[in-house]
């Protein structure tokens, strides 16, 4: 009952006219970001960033805005997978296998409708899922100590490294170069200044927005001038839009599996939406009797996926909120709002700001009515954006992105460290080396080095202190076990590729 | 070979960073860890996860050729110039020349990427100085 006054509380706080007409912006900015191809949550969440800033919004406000766009993103990830089997952003990879099929077969509307709704169902339930689950798990970490912390946040680079990327030590590398870049500026257990060089530029260490907006944004230019933005013109019909009443309900037990499916890999540390999306499917595929129509255009594997991906969206939030552990790129993205805003995620921010806690969780609820409206109505405005092509599109970005750091921190030299994040993730690109590692290690390089320390002073450099409690073991054996389980399962978890013309 | 490079160049770094984590000073107010062991550990993982890397290397990827690299490194250019010049200039001409240029790369037309820049400045412009009240400046300062 104690959770039912404060979610009345807030909805209070989010039913106000401004948090609401924000909750309704972030939610179109976010479709139309989920929907273009090369523009996806994260680095649609990191752009907006600086500028929700210099709209001087407080706490609750900026972070209602930022959600509503990672909601949205997830979302508006499955317009373009749908229609022009380019996923939008990599969960909705799993879409294309059945939404593009369908959508030749002439049924692009069916599609479209039945993924919102399922997107609908999967977001819904795993926001609930939210409100259950995350007050438990606030409360259990106050059980943890430095030592709990820096075991979790190992858990969270080896599934990180583990499960969602192809080579450990590539994602290992990437880890390290996140860990390294955080080291520098001022060490806050001495106040020693390291590796800056002698630049007093460095003094407070790499911003985490200049390197994510870097990764995340610049790349993607230089991707895109590379591949000259072959065209994305959408080669399928899209009619009349019309309810498809029928295959909601035919896939309305495959919707409620994926849900719980995609929300248990969400909550897993560093697992996130891709897992989410890719596990529903493949369980989907699975379990129903009848499956020779799966990658021809089966609508349950349309719903599955999409019910999946957004669950995970939902379920990601829990170990950020709580813990302040990410377990996605985009979660790490809103991480690294949340720190930019001077919030600390973790147990203490559902006792001491239960304001923004709940506020948030009830403008998620309400974001997803709003999302459902604007999916499956005006799904056709959506579409018609689509049609900005990539040579408008990414020049505009960039700008964005450039007077968004610049409005942030008018230092040039901010500008130029992010222009070598750009070239740098062009390359790791290429090398197939993942960049979120990177991003994460950047936002808890520093605090898993304070947590380490601390485990130390209490007790007296006694490094077997590590594993003395059963909570730090059991995350020990959970990260060894994330990290070299997924070698022997390469087989089983290899990613399927988008259906060809 | 890519990825035996790339293990080579981040196996050079690890070592350069460690080089320089021996030269942090040690303060006389320290804790069992102190300010070096960290950088030492993160060293010592890159070393490792690089000779991996190097001892199994995955096939190359797709390379493009030369020319490309020299149209990445003038988009390289092209940004550095507009972080030099957005301040003494003011909005609109860096933009409307980096955007341009940006979008020419992208797809070689040259009116479509003039209306692109055009657009994109004044646009973009628009939205920043009036919607969110960004303090920029349209032209240098000393126009007017």
């Known amino acids: ?501 | 070979m890519s990825d035996r490079i790339f293990g080579l160049v981040i196996l050079i770094v690890a070592l350069g960073y460690i080089f320089s984590a021996t030269l942090i000073q040690t303060s006389f107010l320290s804790d069992p860890v102190g300010s070096k062991t960290f950088p030492y550990i993160i060293g010592g993982c890159a070393i490792v996860a690089a000779l991996v890397v190097m001892w199994k290397p995955e096939t190359d990827p797709y390379w493009p050729p030369a020319i490309t690299f020299v149209r990445l490194g003038l988009a390289v250019i092209v940004l550095v110039g507009y972080d030099y010049t957005l301040k003494p200039l003011g909005f609109i001409i860096p933009t409307t020349l980096a955007s341009g240029l940006l979008s020419y790369q992208i797809s070689p037309r040259r009116l479509p990427a003039v209306l692109t820049g055009v657009g994109l400045s004044v646009g973009l412009f628009a939205v920043f100085k009036f919607a969110l009240g960004l303090g920029l400046y349209a032209f240098p300062k000393a126009w007017f």
């Open chain 1, 1 to 501: 009952m104690e959770t039912l006054s404060l979610l009345m509380d807030g909805f209070a706080v989010a039913l106000t006219p401004t948090t609401l007409f924000l909750a309704v912006i972030g939610c179109i900015l976010g479709t139309i970001i989920g929907a273009l191809p090369g523009l996806g949550p994260s680095n649609g969440v990191a752009i907006l960033i600086p500028l929700a800033f210099s709209l001087g919004l407080d706490a609750t406000a900026s972070l209602v805005l930022m959600t509503s766009v990672y909601y949205g993103a997830m979302y508006g990830g499955r317009i373009s997978s749908i229609l022009l089997n380019i996923p939008g952003d990599e969960p909705a990879l799993m879409t294309t296998l059945d939404g593009y099929p369908m959508a030749k077969a002439g049924r692009a509307g069916d599609a479209l409708v039945l993924s919102g709704v399922a997107s609908f169902v999967g977001a819904l339930l795993a926001t609930f899922g939210l409100i259950l689950l995350a007050p438990v798990l606030a409360r259990l970490a106050y059980k943890f100590g430095p030592a709990e912390y820096f075991a979790l946040y190992i858990l969270a680079f080896s599934t990180l490294g583990g499960i969602a990327s192809k080579n450990q030590a590539k994602a290992a590398i990437a880890a390290c170069i996140g860990l390294g870049i955080s080291m520098i500026g001022i060490d806050n257990n001495t106040s020693i200044v390291r590796f800056t060089y002698g630049n007093l530029h460095l003094y407070d260490g790499v911003d985490f927005l200049v390197a994510i907006v870097g990764l995340f944004a610049v790349t993607e230019v230089f991707v895109f001038i590379e591949s000259h933005g072959k065209d994305s013109a959408i080669g399928v019909k899209l009619g009349k839009i019309t309810i498809p009443v029928n295959d909601i309900l035919l896939c309305k037990w495959a919707m409620l599996r994926s849900t719980l499916i995609g929300f248990v890999a969400g909550i897993l540390p560093g697992a996130g939406a891709s897992l989410g999306s890719f596990l529903s499917y493949s369980a989907e595929k699975a379990i129903v009797k009848d499956n020779s129509m799966f990658g021809k255009g089966d609508p349950r594997g349309v719903a599955a996926p999409e019910a999946g991906n957004n669950a995970a969206a939902g379920g990601a939030l829990i170990p950020m909120l709580t813990l302040g552990v990410p377990g996605s790129g985009t979660t790490a993205v809103l991480l690294a709002l949340l720190m930019t805003l001077n919030i600390t995620p973790g147990p203490t921010l559902f006792t001491d700001r239960p304001d923004v806690v709940w506020g948030l969780i009830a403008s998620l609820l309400i974001a997803n009515v709003v999302l459902l409206v604007l999916n499956v109505p005006m799904v056709k405005f959506f579409v018609r954006i689509l049609m900005v092509p990539p040579w408008v599109l990414l020049p505009g970005v960039t700008m964005v992105s450039f007077v968004g750091i610049y409005s942030l921190s008018g230092s040039t030299f901010d500008l130029l460290m992010m222009i070598g994040f750009g070239a740098m993730g062009f390359f790791l690109r290429k090398l197939d080396v993942p960049t979120v590692p990177i991003i994460l290690g950047i936002l808890l390089g520093n605090r898993m080095e304070d947590n380490l320390r601390r485990a130390m002073v209490i007790s007296d450099g006694d490094w077997t202190f590590l594993f003395s409690s059963w909570i730090a073991i059991g995350f020990w054996a959970a990260a060894i076990l994330g990290f070299v389980g997924p070698m022997f399962l390469r087989g089983v978890l290899k990613k399927p590729v988008p259906p060809t013309d």
